[in-house]
């Protein structure tokens, strides 16, 4: 290897914020720390514990619902519209009774 153009390699470690988990590593960079690991992410768990750091699922709950209840009241208006007219009644039997 030529001298001085090769960046320093560190023997550090990578903690998880999440879990608390940590691993020695080699490299560039001293004291990593990441958001999700394979010990505590989803994926590799098989539960659904979501990490929500920035509120990206709050704010997608929030979209669902409000297009979710524009879906239906657009369902309701269909329905009133589409529900046929009330019968009137026949002008004849108005003026002779039911029997005519």
Same mark, same amino acid.
């Given at each position: 290897?030529?001298?001085?153009? /090769?960046?320093? /390699? =560190? =023997?550090?470690?990578?903690?998880?914020?999440?879990?608390?988990?940590?691993?020695? $590593?080699?490299?560039?960079?001293?004291?990593?720390? $990441?958001?999700?690991?394979?010990?505590? /992410?989803?994926? =590799?768990?098989? +539960? !659904?514990?979501? $990490?929500?750091?920035?509120? !990206?699922?709050?704010?997608?709950?929030?979209?669902?619902?409000?297009? !979710?209840? !524009?879906?239906? +009241?657009?369902?309701?208006?269909?329905? +009133?519209?589409?529900?046929?007219?009330?019968?009137?009644?026949?002008?004849?039997? +108005?003026? =002779?009774?039911?029997?005519?």
């Amino acid at each position: 290897m030529k001298k001085g153009i /090769h960046p320093k /390699h =560190y =023997y550090t470690q990578v903690v998880c914020g999440t879990c608390g988990s940590v691993w020695p $590593v080699i490299s560039t960079r001293e004291n990593m720390r $990441v958001d999700v690991c394979s010990n505590c /992410h989803p994926f =590799y768990t098989g +539960e !659904q514990r979501i $990490v929500d750091t920035a509120g !990206q699922v709050d704010r997608f709950m929030r979209r669902l619902r409000t297009s !979710q209840d !524009q879906q239906a +009241e657009i369902a309701r208006r269909r329905a +009133e519209r589409e529900k046929p007219e009330p019968k009137k009644r026949s002008l004849l039997k +108005e003026i =002779y009774g039911e029997d005519a």
